[in-house]
């Protein structure tokens, strides 16, 4: 039997948690800038939108007098990493799934064994944490995925234990409500009248196989009780890096957009490092506000690959620059950009070419010794609080404020001293 342990609203209860005047209140958090809503309290949901920009729903938050909260990543990764760890104490084998999910697996159990054990999950993690949660209990990792969805509005658990629990919940969940189900597959089932998550289990192998491969043959097999995605216990290699920001004010000028590039290369590389990988190609990206109708609308992207895949970071700033130039233009307001690599593989089997003239050696010792560096004196708080970095990175910080707009930003609470609640 499998688990999904859901945080509810999991950065509103992060925010409750040292604030509890807060239970029973309005409450929105905000994404980078504070541009557009990330996370809603169960208060709000009826009027308010998730993604929805925060200049559009202010006057609404003004109306019903809605807490907000600028995104305190610092946080909720520190309180997830608390969750995560009580989960990992009572359940034989977990998942992380995302910041705020886990997948649980009890090999054995009964099911109203495991409903039991799931009170005493809930409880716990409530009063160890602060935190709420809602579980969904089901024969396979989809299905638990879909009983979460009834938890969240039921009692906070739910169990799944045979076909006719499993026909019930299927005939009320629409089929682009599955897990696995994109935009596209939804659109070509319901041009097939598939509108329920029922009527999809139920299709034909054949049909399925055809139009939606083998991928959408295990979720109909999954559906059905039949367990095919086990628990990955082990995190596998990273598709793609990305590191992106909206920008606190407009950056127009080539060589602002030009640190900001570097920095964000600067970032990419270091997470390629720490995991062991190099990347072989690069994406960059820029684009002004689309909300802001009054300016100029300007959006493009550019991808180069690299001869032979690198996590040098003087090697893929230089990638990365080139990107930029080519689609960089004057007289645009830019509210945002990014630097994306891909085409990521092991450090250690990277296809070498016969007529790369790299010193890869010296480049591989230089990186190892600036990442000592920034690891011995601290590299900061965000992107360009690197104390090692190159020219690039650095010739416009004179010109520009880049921190991001945090306006309603609340305490850490638990990762720095000076910000741990006080008791008086």
């Not at 100029?296 to 895949?309: D, E, F, G, H, K």
């Not at 000592?372 to 020219?391: L, M, Q, R, W």
Request: aromatic fraction near 10%; hydrophobic fraction near 40%; proline fraction near 4%.
């Amino acid at each position: 039997m499998f688990s999904l342990v859901d945080c509810n609203n999991f950065y509103v209860s992060c925010q409750r948690v040292f604030n509890p005047a807060l239970e029973g209140k309005p409450v929105v958090v905000l994404s980078n800038n504070d541009g557009s809503i990330i996370a809603r309290s169960n208060e709000v949901k009826g009027f308010i939108q998730m993604g929805q920009p925060y200049f559009q729903a202010k006057k609404m938050i003004d109306e019903h007098k809605v807490r907000v909260f600028s995104s305190n990543y610092e946080l909720y990764g520190n309180m997830s990493g608390r969750v995560m760890n009580v989960l990992s104490g009572l359940a034989p084998e977990t998942e992380v799934y995302s910041i705020d999910e886990c997948f649980l697996n009890f090999p054995g159990w009964q099911p109203d064994e495991l409903l039991n054990h799931a009170h005493l999950i809930r409880d716990r993690v409530k009063k160890w944490t602060g935190i709420p949660v809602s579980i969904g209990l089901a024969p396979t990792k989809t299905l638990a995925k879909a009983a979460n969805k009834v938890a969240k509005k039921a009692e906070g658990i739910y169990l799944i234990r045979n076909s006719k629990d499993i026909d019930s919940l299927l005939e009320n969940l629409p089929v682009d409500d599955l897990w696995g189900i994109g935009r596209q597959y939804n659109k070509l089932l319901k041009a097939n009248n598939i509108g329920t998550a029922l009527q999809f289990k139920n299709l034909p192998d054949g049909w399925i196989q055809k139009h939606m491969t083998i991928m959408g043959l295990r979720l109909a097999y999954e559906l059905r009780g039949i367990s095919c995605l086990p628990l990955e216990k082990v995190q596998g290699t990273k598709k793609a890096i990305c590191t992106s920001r909206s920008f606190g004010q407009y950056v127009s000028a080539y060589t602002e957009m030009e640190e900001v590039a570097a920095n964000f290369a600067f970032k990419c590389c270091e997470k390629l490092r720490k995991e062991g990988t190099a990347a072989s190609v690069v994406t960059v990206f820029i684009h002004t506000n689309s909300f802001n109708t009054t300016l100029p609308q300007y959006s493009n992207s550019r991808t180069l690959r690299l001869p032979v895949a690198s996590d040098s970071t003087p090697e893929i700033i230089h990638y990365v620059l080139k990107a930029l130039k080519a689609i960089y233009r004057p007289g645009y307001a830019y509210k945002k950009a990014g630097v994306i690599v891909t085409g990521i593989v092991p450090s250690n089997a990277v296809q070498q070419d016969l007529f790369d003239q790299v010193d890869r050696a010296k480049q591989l010792q230089l990186m190892k010794t600036i990442d000592e560096v920034n690891k011995k004196t601290g590299t900061g708080k965000g992107i360009f609080n690197s104390p090692v970095k190159f020219a690039v990175q650095t010739h416009a910080t004179k010109q520009v404020n880049w921190p991001m707009q945090r306006k309603y930003l609340s305490p850490c609470y638990t990762t720095r001293w000076d910000q741990v609640l006080k008791a008086s």
